[in-house]
């Protein structure tokens, strides 16, 4: 079981805290009463969902010892018009560089990742499609 705790802290601001004792300021966006004082959950779910397949990627990556230098995911994420404004497309370029660096594997350890390994894409799934694309020292393509 995960569990956590969100506290009012001020205006729309909340502090998020986990089990593990790690805080998170979380704010609306102004335009709908916040003042910016923290992520808008919808961005800390984007971040999540990074972290989780960055962790998947790095780990398999040093286990096949893919020789990377540099390592970096960017994300965007399209959502519903209508209540509740779910994630509809998200998108992630990983970007990995180094000398040595072989895209056979750098792809393996990201479709594993997406196909078997994290669970926030598997949650994210359930409404988003996933556009996935692969950079390798410059070299980009879809997977």
Not at 25 to 50: F, H, I, N
Not at 82 to 101: K, S
Not at 102 to 124: F, N, P, W
Not at 130 to 140: A, F, L
Request: hydrophobic share 40%; net charge negative; aromatic share 4%.
């Amino acid at each position: 079981m995960i569990t956590g705790s969100v506290t009012w802290t001020e205006g729309m601001a909340v502090l998020g805290r986990s089990a593990s004792g790690h805080a998170v300021q979380m704010d609306a966006a102004p335009a709908v009463g916040g003042s910016g004082k923290g992520a808008t959950p919808k961005e800390l779910t984007l971040l999540s969902l990074g972290g989780c397949t960055a962790l998947d990627v790095l780990s398999i990556l040093r286990k096949m010892q893919v020789p990377f230098e540099r390592f970096h995911i960017d994300l965007e994420a399209d959502t519903a018009d209508a209540h509740p404004t779910v994630f509809t497309e998200v998108r992630l370029v990983y970007h990995t560089e180094g000398p040595g660096v072989e895209r056979e594997k750098v792809d393996r350890a990201i479709r594993l990742s997406q196909d078997k390994y994290c669970g926030v894409t598997h949650m994210i799934n359930k409404t988003a499609r996933m556009v996935v694309i692969s950079e390798v020292n410059g070299d980009r393509q879809e997977i």
